[in-house]
């Protein structure tokens, strides 16, 4: 067996060459890692429940019109996407203050903003994703303001999607992560699609009655119960993976 050859090596996700050009195969692992990489651990299971998670998210975002670079689950943590040039823009959308917003401006977690709110960190580890305006994304070169406007636009409709999706299994989505791409159709046409994962490591997902935390401020926050909130969250989806918990070898958070 040929061993593919390595694209690159993220701190959750690996990116494989994929079967066909213009194809990766990314690859869900179990390690966790919070504050600019100063603290790590693995979260026994994590990465077969983001592969199906972030799948089942995906798939219901293209069924509603949205571009995504998801073309399908391969196995228990390999996913085959579209290969895309990222935007290096961290897009937040937040919809309830909690995180660097309460700490930023004071305002209590749990706080509903009067409107949701979209803000950009540019990605660098080296700077710790440093929060940027479009002026610095359009002056520096990220992304053309055309492209903001689509990634704006996307971005919102996502939110208005899954805020009601997750609403519907009893889950508040109080703010998350995006990440877009540039898509080179045969015609070297471009076009913004929505890229890499959507799941409890760069989501805020509280339980609508109990405000209880199933996602990754529980790791963040020493809160214990990390991979059971993980699959609460897979199980209120109604995906979990065939052989249940068994397959993720236990339930474990090891620092
Ligand atoms: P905050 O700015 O409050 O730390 O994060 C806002 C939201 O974006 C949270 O749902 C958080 O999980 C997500 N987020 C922000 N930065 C990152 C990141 O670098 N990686 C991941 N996985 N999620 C992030």
């Not at 603290?39 to 994590?46: A, P, S, W």
């Amino acid at each position: 067996m040929t061993r593919r050859r390595k694209i690159y090596e993220g701190k959750a996700k690996v990116l494989f060459e994929g079967p066909e050009p213009g194809t990766l195969v990314q690859y869900f692992k179990d390690d966790a890692t919070a504050f600019n990489n100063q603290k790590r651990g693995v979260i026994t299971g994590k990465g077969v429940l983001n592969n199906r998670i972030s799948e089942y998210l995906m798939l219901k975002l293209a069924e509603a019109g949205i571009p995504t670079h998801f073309v399908r689950r391969l196995n228990m943590r390999e996913q085959l996407v579209k290969e895309v040039d990222i935007v290096p823009v961290e897009v937040v959308v937040r919809n309830i203050a909690a995180g660097s917003i309460s700490q930023r401006f004071n305002i209590a977690e749990g706080t509903p903003l009067p409107r949701s709110i979209v803000e950009f960190y540019y990605k660098s580890d080296e700077l710790g994703d440093p929060m940027v305006s479009e002026e610095h994304i359009t002056a520096f070169g990220w992304a053309a303001p055309q492209e903001i406007d689509d990634i704006l636009s996307l971005a919102l409709r996502i939110n208005d999607f899954l805020s009601g999706l997750f609403l519907g299994v009893g889950l508040k989505l109080v703010d998350f992560k995006l990440e877009f791409g540039r898509l080179y159709d045969d015609n070297d046409q471009v076009r913004i699609v929505l890229a890499d994962e959507i799941t409890p490591d760069g989501c805020r997902l509280w339980d609508v009655k109990t405000n209880e935390k199933l996602d990754k401020d529980r790791f963040r926050r020493d809160l214990g119960g990390v991979a059971e909130a993980y699959q609460e969250v897979a199980r209120r989806l109604g995906i979990m993976p065939e052989a249940g918990p068994r397959d993720m070898k236990g339930p474990a958070t090891v620092q």
